[in-house]
Each structure stands twice: as C-alpha cells, then as structure tokens.
C-alpha cells in the first residue's frame, strides 16, 4: 500500500502512540518511542522536512507487521 503524500512526522507519531508507543526521547530532530511488549520495539521517527515519504512507510510497515495489523487501519486510527 502507497502511503499519501505528506504524511507528517506528527502523525506518524500519533498513530504509533495509539498502538501503546511511548515518546522517551528526542535528540535532535528525531524522535524514539518505544513500545513495551510484548514484543519489545524501539523505533527513531525522523522529522517532517528531511525524511522521504519511504521512510514513515517502512517504520509504519514494520509496526503494522508486528502488531498484525494493517497500514490502512493504523493510519485511519488518528
């Protein structure tokens, strides 16, 4: 699945939030949330203005596949 054009860092944020992914730190421009299991998962969301839409598609992807849900429903949940 193509992910829109101009999927925001925030909402990648929000909706990673909302599968029980806690912010624990920003250094810098990155943001690292991590989620506390099972199964353990830490992952960085880089800013808006630098990250290529690919990359919130592969972080999105790679929670979707270990929550066993899909990218459409985690992006329609925020």
């Known amino acids: 699945m193509k992910l829109p054009r101009g ?3 925030v909402r990648v944020i929000r909706a ?5 992914y806690g ?6 421009s990155h943001v690292r949330l991590r989620h ?4 353990v998962d830490t992952v960085a969301v880089p800013p808006a203005q630098r990250a290529e ?5 592969g972080i999105l992807s790679e929670v979707a ?14």
């Open 7 to 9: 999927v925001s860092a």
């Open 16 to 20: 990673l939030e909302h599968l029980g």
């Open 36 to 39: 506390e299991g099972p199964p």
């Open 65 to 78: 596949r270990m929550g066993s849900i899909s990218i459409e429903s985690l992006l329609k949940s925020v």
């Open 23 to 28: 912010v624990i730190r920003q250094k810098g």
């Open 53 to 57: 839409n690919r990359t919130h598609h």
